[in-house]
């Protein structure tokens, strides 16, 4: 970040010094130029507390480098796509860059570098880092040691679906729809559907205008008008650039992946599974009943994948609410498994020295 504002190479600096070399510079040949900021982004899911994830990096796409429409990217990355991410070492997997010659102009670009970084195969915490981005009180500058405690006090567990997001969303099932229909040989001749999207429905009207750009008509509330579509069936993320009536279009990336009813979609850090239906079809799955939750309560489950260090109870032992139960080990930190309600052990399924993954069951209740 140091040299994106200032065009120094800190550590070759560091590297000619640690030869013996004077430096060639001084501090009055030094000046700021912009503004630039840095994401680390780890290996940690902020679904679940921010908790260490391992596992092999199946997918890593990074954003391109260099000057960009109005902001500059860096990104010093430490792993590659295939590497292992293992719970002996530091879970950091790149500080991405962003610089621009405004404050705001730089947390843009970074919202748009982090839209178009994707990882697959362990827990990370771009959604987070985007949330950041959309955040007023981020942008505004009016910070503090506890801005995570305050702004997230039940925990991260994503932004609403709405706005640019929620058109996003929906054009970009839309669109999808529409080639995997082209590509089947079974092009639709349908032009009105219903959107599944956040428990919500939103009726559309799909066409095409004069420049073969794909026009979306929410119920006669507002246009949308989707241009530059870069997506096939098998890619993770859907690009385009994506225009609401007669303004600018806004250009964006979305990660995609393909449900039996619809499409898995998550734009920053809003995510929903959306729908493209006929309007009938649309009507029946507003008689589904919602799943229920599974009971888990007399479970207590792996938070992460780690390492046993101890199971602290046995069958038949009676436990009370706040007791430890368990230690997990991970990225070289110790997790303290505790009880929440007073009970009986029926099974203990983990011992020392175990490998366990996220969620799997250590110890159960009666």
């Given at each position: 970040?140091?040299?994106?504002?200032?065009?120094?190479?800190?550590?070759?600096?560091?590297?000619?010094?640690?030869?013996?070399?004077?430096?060639?510079?001084?501090?009055?040949?030094?000046?700021?130029?912009?503004?630039?900021?840095?994401?680390?982004?780890?290996?940690?899911?902020?679904?679940?507390?921010?908790?260490?994830?391992?596992g092999?990096?199946?997918?890593?796409?990074?954003?391109a480098?260099?000057?960009q429409?109005?902001?500059?990217?860096?990104?010093?990355?430490?792993?590659?796509?295939?590497?292992?991410?293992?719970?002996f070492?530091?879970?950091?997997?790149?500080?991405?860059?962003?610089?621009?010659?405004?404050?705001?102009?730089a947390?843009?670009?970074?919202?748009?570098?982090?839209?178009?970084?994707?990882?697959?195969?362990?827990?990370?915490?771009?959604?987070?880092?985007?949330a950041?981005?959309?955040?007023?009180?981020?942008?505004?500058?009016?910070?503090?040691?506890?801005?995570?405690?305050?702004?997230f006090?039940?925990?991260?567990?994503?932004?609403?679906?709405?706005?640019f997001?929620?058109?996003?969303?929906?054009?970009?099932?839309?669109?999808?729809?529409?080639?995997?229909?082209?590509?089947?040989g079974d092009?639709?001749?349908r032009?009105?559907w219903?959107?599944?999207?956040?428990?919500?429905?939103?009726?559309?009207?799909?066409?095409y205008?004069?420049?073969?750009?794909?026009?979306?008509?929410l119920?006669?509330?507002?246009t949308?008008?989707?241009?530059?579509?870069d997506?096939?069936?098998?890619?993770?993320q859907?690009?385009?650039?994506?225009?609401?009536?007669?303004?600018?279009g806004?250009?964006?990336?979305a990660?995609?992946?393909r449900?039996p009813?619809?499409?898995?979609?998550?734009?920053?850090?809003?995510?929903?599974?959306?729908?493209?239906?006929?309007?009938?079809?649309?009507?029946?799955?507003?008689?589904?009943?919602?799943?229920?939750?599974?009971?888990?309560?007399k479970?207590?489950?792996?938070?992460?994948?780690?390492?046993v260090?101890?199971?602290?109870?046995?069958?038949?032992?009676a436990?009370?609410?706040?007791?430890?139960?368990?230690?997990?080990?991970?990225?070289?930190?110790?997790?303290?498994?505790?009880?929440?309600?007073?009970?009986?052990?029926?099974t203990?399924?983990?011992?020392a020295?175990?490998?366990?993954?996220a969620?799997?069951?250590?110890?159960?209740?009666?």
């Amino acid at each position: 970040m140091t040299e994106l504002i200032t065009g120094v190479d800190l550590v070759e600096q560091m590297i000619r010094s640690a030869w013996g070399e004077e430096l060639n510079l001084t501090q009055k040949d030094l000046k700021i130029d912009g503004w630039a900021i840095e994401s680390r982004i780890y290996a940690e899911d902020p679904y679940r507390g921010f908790l260490p994830s391992i596992g092999r990096l199946v997918r890593y796409d990074q954003p391109a480098e260099g000057e960009q429409d109005g902001y500059v990217v860096r990104n010093d990355s430490g792993v590659r796509e295939g590497d292992e991410i293992s719970m002996f070492y530091d879970p950091m997997i790149a500080k991405l860059c962003a610089w621009a010659p405004t404050r705001e102009g730089a947390i843009d670009g970074m919202g748009r570098a982090l839209e178009d970084t994707h990882l697959e195969g362990v827990g990370h915490n771009v959604p987070f880092l985007a949330a950041v981005m959309e955040q007023e009180r981020f942008r505004s500058g009016v910070l503090s040691t506890s801005y995570i405690k305050d702004e997230f006090p039940d925990g991260f567990d994503g932004l609403p679906v709405a706005g640019f997001g929620r058109d996003v969303m929906i054009a970009a099932a839309a669109a999808m729809n529409e080639i995997l229909a082209e590509q089947s040989g079974d092009p639709s001749d349908r032009f009105e559907w219903a959107v599944l999207i956040g428990g919500e429905r939103q009726g559309i009207m799909v066409g095409y205008d004069d420049d073969e750009s794909l026009v979306i008509d929410l119920d006669g509330d507002h246009t949308l008008t989707l241009t530059d579509i870069d997506w096939r069936p098998g890619l993770a993320q859907f690009k385009a650039v994506l225009a609401d009536g007669a303004a600018e279009g806004r250009p964006f990336t979305a990660e995609v992946k393909r449900a039996p009813d619809g499409f898995d979609i998550r734009w920053r850090a809003s995510k929903a599974r959306v729908r493209v239906l006929a309007p009938h079809i649309a009507d029946l799955y507003a008689r589904l009943p919602e799943k229920e939750a599974a009971d888990t309560s007399k479970l207590i489950q792996s938070p992460m994948p780690g390492l046993v260090v101890s199971i602290n109870v046995k069958p038949g032992q009676a436990v009370q609410s706040g007791e430890a139960v368990a230690v997990i080990e991970a990225m070289k930190m110790q997790n303290i498994l505790r009880a929440e309600h007073d009970g009986t052990v029926k099974t203990v399924s983990a011992a020392a020295g175990d490998s366990v993954a996220a969620d799997d069951v250590l110890v159960e209740f009666e």
